[in-house]
């Protein structure tokens, strides 16, 4: 089997699992700026191929979708792969390393929070789920984005 192949099957699939849980793809620079400028709340999940981000972080982000207290949009830049859209994003995470899987949630372009690698890898799901609950009780509009 070629390995690029491999690859590029094993990222798509990654992509896809956030498409489907009903997340908008940012991949570009000005998309990222686009939504991000946009008045309300955001949660970013930065996606990655690694364990933690298919085993605790993706399912975590399709649970939120159904949460009842919710940001107004549910965005995903992936990293290592739409390298440029990432390190956009990022700088709005300002007082946050790069953190590859992690989750930001925003209000009007400002990062209120922010749950990192070590936060998710070696950690149970629910605990990751906690944690946004939490934040989504904190910033969040009930029933936003129904």
Known sequence: M???FFVNDVVQGARQEMVESGYTQLTTPEEVDQALQQKGTA???INSVCGCAGGIARPT????KNYETRPDQFLTVFAGQD???TAKAREYFTGFAP??????LLKDGKIEMMVERHEIEGHEPIEVVQ??????DQYCQTGANS
């Open 61 to 64: 982000a399709a649970y939120m």
């Open 131 to 136: 944690k946004l609950e939490k934040a989504f």
């Open 43 to 45: 949660l970013v999940m």
């Open 83 to 85: 390298k440029e859209a």
């Open 2 to 4: 070629d390995f690029n």
């Open 99 to 104: 953190s590859s899987p992690s989750f930001a």
